[in-house]
């Protein structure tokens, strides 16, 4: 007798969303009074495009006839009956694991470990450099964005600068 994983979304006529979020909370606390469900998330989702809310439900019944007992219980029953009245629409999905993913994940596997790739390499060891090898790297390195990789010819040959400490 495994949970069995339900979301479902429900998008309220326009002015009752407060109505639909209150009968939302309070489904969970029905069938879980009951011991039909074992856990319970509620979002409120916003189309970006449209500005519509849905109010999304995660929840799992305890097992497959779970469902069936709530039709009738009836603290369940009087949050539904209710629901009707500020429902624009309401869809009902159940959820699965896809095998596999994520990838190299097992079926039934708890932990998000990953398969060990083989023998890792052994981190890099800091070595000190002289300073003329120092300079040498930083000569090496490439040039900040928007930087001229090399000094201009013109700088070389002498520019307003290199003229002025000569004299």
Do not use: C
């Not at 069936?68 to 009902?92: F, G």
Request: zero cysteines.
């Amino acid at each position: 007798m495994a949970a069995v994983g339900n979301i479902v979304l429900y998008r309220p006529k326009e002015g009752r969303e407060n109505d639909l979020l209150e009968l939302v909370k309070k489904h969970w606390g029905a069938a879980h009074g009951a011991g039909l469900t074992t856990d319970d998330r509620i979002w409120r989702a916003t189309d970006r495009r449209t500005g519509k809310v849905t109010f999304v439900e995660r929840f799992s019944w305890r097992d497959n006839e779970a469902s069936t007992r709530a039709h009738h219980d009836p603290a369940v029953q009087a949050v539904w009956v209710p629901m009707d009245e500020v429902l624009e629409d309401m869809t009902i999905l159940l959820i699965e694991e896809v095998e596999g993913h994520p990838p190299g994940k097992r079926a039934g596997r708890t932990t998000a470990a990953a398969p060990s790739r083989g023998k890792r390499a052994a981190p890099k060891r800091a070595t000190k450099k002289s300073a003329g090898a120092r300079r040498k790297m930083k000569s090496a390195k490439a040039p900040k964005r928007g930087m001229p990789a090399k000094r201009s010819a013109k700088r070389r040959a002498g520019g307003k600068r290199a003229k002025a400490r000569k004299r």
